[in-house]
């Protein structure tokens, strides 16, 4: 049985180089984060094991690799790239990762928050245009955070904002609890948050979950912060939202459509602080990440499923 890495970039392909070392699985790396879900059938010529990092894998395409059985995705969002219950009627299986980054990417939120805060983006923007640009900014100490799905990533975000002194409010579907966090219906969460950022998984259940009436029960002047999935969002009213005031800030690491398209509104806008989906992008979690990889590969071979 064997697998290859199909969109290996630089980074993720020195990593599993490094951690497969002499383990002797039959694991080969395509080094080319750029391919086009056209180019897998070619591209994996009967190996039965798919590592794919972000490239789409339509159910159509995916029929078309002979012996494919198995998609090892490198997250936890396999649903923004593929349709894993159409894939599965097709002899597909779908394995996701959990957990590999969570402190990474709650590092990155709570970034996205202080930068929101303080309007540091767009003040950077004007003093490298020449403008002595000042603007006034958001108090974090005594404020609320409401934390919108609770997993490893939420609990990471709560850890380090109670440590700066923020009251953390957390909604999740299932009931839960956790040290310093109060649980709250939806709509309190989002009348009393001065910051608001979603931890949530994207599903058929959850895309739009942040739909333009939630959005208009947010506290006036709220800051958003999304490190899960662009499609949580309705984009069109959190625009609304970021033009008008109602949204003062929104710290983006996702967006609807990746990479964001060049002149996309959302970088017209100076109330707006940009990462391009690199929230996970640390040395610890890449290898947290391509070891479970690989576990699950270890796995498949040796049992098949």
Known sequence: MRALFVDANDTLAAVTEKLLGSQGLPVAINRN???KPDDLPGLLDGAEIMIVDHTAVPTAVAAKCSGLKHIVFLGTGARSYMNPDELSQHGIAVHTIKG????AVAECAIALMWASSKSFGEMDRGMRAGNWLRRDAMQLTGKTLGLIGFGGIAAEAARMALGCGMKVLAWNRTAKSHPGVEFV?????LAESHVVSLHLLLSDDTKGFLSRDRIAAMRPGAIL???ARG????EDAMIDGLRSGHIAHAGLDVFTVEPLPAGHVLTTLPNVT??????????EASDNLIGAALEHCRRIIATGR
Request: aromatic share 6%; glycine share 6%; no cysteine.
């Open 33 to 35: 984060a750029g391919i």
């Open 100 to 103: 590999y980054g969570d402190t």
């Open 185 to 189: 219906p939806l709509e309190k969460l």
């Open 225 to 227: 912060i999304n490190t």
């Open 231 to 234: 499609a949580l969002v309705d």
């Open 274 to 283: 940009l990462s391009a989906h690199s929230a996970f992008r640390t040395p």
